[in-house]
């Protein structure tokens, strides 16, 4: 291949993203300078997160310029090489873009992996790559669980929420709730991911929500992990036991509202249950990775811990992929190949 496919952000979206604030471009392959490498992304990870980096807002990170190709997790493998510790046939994962080919450079966020230990290179950005973490990290650290706790789970059938049940069992949870769209996710949330119990969002509004946790959790939730936020994390906060952590991983439901976020409107109930809410971001445990790779690997070695993925094929369906995650139609981690070939 001599040309480099690009999904560029042509426009900021405003709401639900639309094909016109994107553009796929036709690019020829980029000059490789000395320390530099080319990889060839075999996969890129779509993440919710994505969406608001095309936001001109504050954030952990900045907003991707406009022309610029969509930022996004990649793994690949280098074809070209002006770097001695980058080779032609290193297998790489690192933060990269929707394109066939990145640039990469020594002391950059890429790092090489070894993927003759997974059953595919897509491992790297699910289970073994930030979501896999997240759930590891953001559940074992943020949320400080304890042995007996009740554990609410929202957004429970997706990439991170499906882990973090797994992992509360597996670390001593006395019973795991999980909130999920639809009577699918919610069987799938018992019979495949061992919660016990699920509860679906959809058709509720907050106090049929609510009185729907309340029904699993008659004394309270120990530990809510949040990833939605809007109506579901204040149905949450209706039902916090005393003393109650709530590790804040994300706010799905409010990535797309163009004006006002939603918020929380029951924070209150921080003060009446003198509970903690803490914002948590993948990113911080970077230094500890191979602490959680190890383990989580181990899980899975063990048959203790299972993980899915959801992998649409080709540049060209970048958006209707990307979309999949705030429409609900991905089952698993949302993984887009940019093509297998050689
Ligand atoms: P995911 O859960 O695999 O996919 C997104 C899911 O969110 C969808 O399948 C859908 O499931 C649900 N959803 C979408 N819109 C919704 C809405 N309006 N109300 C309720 N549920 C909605 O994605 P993921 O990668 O695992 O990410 C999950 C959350 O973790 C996101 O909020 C993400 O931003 C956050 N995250 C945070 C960090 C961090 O470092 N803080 C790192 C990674 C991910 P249903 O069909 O069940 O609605």
């Known amino acids: ?18 094909a016109d604030d994107f553009v796929l471009s036709e690019e020829a392959l980029p000059d490789l300078t000395d320390g530099q490498f ?25 907003p991707i310029p406009l ?67 997240t759930a590891y990290f953001g559940y074992l650290r943020a949320c400080e669980p304890k042995p007996g706790d009740t554990v609410l ?38 019979q495949r991911y061992g919660f016990d119990a699920a509860i679906d969002y959809r058709g509720k ?4 929500l609510s009185a729907a946790i309340a029904a699993e959790a008659p004394n309270g939730v ?17 039902n916090l036991a005393m003393h109650a952590r709530i590790g804040l ?9 163009p004006g006002e976020k939603t918020g929380a409107r029951n924070v209150w109930q921080l003060i009446v249950k003198r509970a903690t809410m803490r914002g948590l971001l993948v990113a911080d445990y970077v230094p500890d990775f191979p602490t959680g790779i190890t383990a989580m690997a181990g899980w899975l070695r063990e048959g203790k811990l299972v993980f899915d993925e959801h992998v649409d094929q080709g540049i060209e369906n970048a958006l209707p992929a990307f979309l999949r995650l705030f429409s609900g139609t991905n089952d698993g981690k949302m993984i887009l190949a940019l093509g297998t070939e050689a």
């Open 1 to 18: 291949m001599s040309t480099n496919r690009r999904f560029l952000l042509a426009r900021r979206p405003a709401g639900i993203p639309v």
């Open 38 to 62: 080319l990889i060839r992304n075999r996969y890129a990870s779509l993440d919710p997160a994505i969406r608001g980096w095309m936001d001109d807002a504050p954030s952990y990170m900045p």
């Open 67 to 133: 022309g610029s190709p969509v930022r996004a997790s990649t793994v690949g493998e280098v074809t070209a090489s002006k770097s001695a510790d980058f080779p032609v046939g290193t297998w790489v994962a690192g933060l990269n873009a929707i394109e066939e080919y990145s640039v990469g450079a020594a002391g950059g966020f890429t790092q090489a992996i070894d993927v003759s230990i997974v059953p595919s290179p897509t491992n790297f950005l699910s289970i073994l790559g930030a979501v896999g973490m």
């Open 153 to 190: 789970v929202t957004g429970a059938a997706g990439a991170v929420g499906s882990l973090v049940g797994q992992i509360a069992k597996l670390n001593g949870a006395a019973r795991v709730i999980g909130i999920a769209g639809g009577p699918e996710k919610c069987a799938r949330l018992i």
């Open 205 to 208: 509004d907050v106090a049929a």
């Open 222 to 238: 120990d530990v809510i992990f949040e990833n939605v936020g809007g109506d579901v994390l204040d149905a949450g906060l209706n």
């Open 249 to 257: 991983c994300g706010l799905i439901s409010e990535y797309n509202n």
